[in-house]
């Protein structure tokens, strides 16, 4: 389980350097479908109503920190916000996007001070 939450926390660590030098690292049309639908996926599983499932006793031990990777989606989302292509297939993704589900991030990270 450690071994899980440890690459979904390094993998997150390494997209936000790419995007943070490359912002359309993603946007060919093999990956901006892929890239969206999987922040849109980490988002889901992270905003308000489902993050409290993440908290229970020991839940360092096991690697998991799920504020610190909200703070990296966001930025991920920041680094991208020029990227046409990208966002299009973010905000066409019907399956996982919502303005909510954004906005429920925003206010998660600024409750916890991220």
């Not at 979904?8 to 892929?34: I, Q, R």
């Not at 988002?43 to 499932?53: D, I, Q, T, W």
């Not at 360092?60 to 504020?67: A, N, Q, R, S, V």
């Not at 680094?79 to 905000?91: F, L, M, P, W, Y």
Request: proline share 3%.
């Amino acid at each position: 389980m450690k071994a899980n939450f440890d690459l979904a926390k390094y993998s997150l660590k390494l997209v936000v350097k790419m995007t943070a030098f490359v912002p359309g690292c993603f946007s060919s049309d093999e990956w901006k479908n892929k890239f969206a639908s999987i922040l849109n996926f980490f988002a889901n599983k992270l905003h308000r109503k489902e993050f409290n499932k993440y908290k229970f006793p020991g839940i360092e031990k096991h690697g998991l920190k799920p504020l610190e990777m909200i703070k990296n989606l966001l930025e991920i989302y920041i680094n991208i916000q020029g990227e046409d292509d990208i966002i299009k297939e973010i905000v066409g993704d019907e399956r996982s996007y919502s303005d909510n589900l954004l906005l429920d991030l925003g206010k998660t990270a600024w409750a916890k001070k991220l």
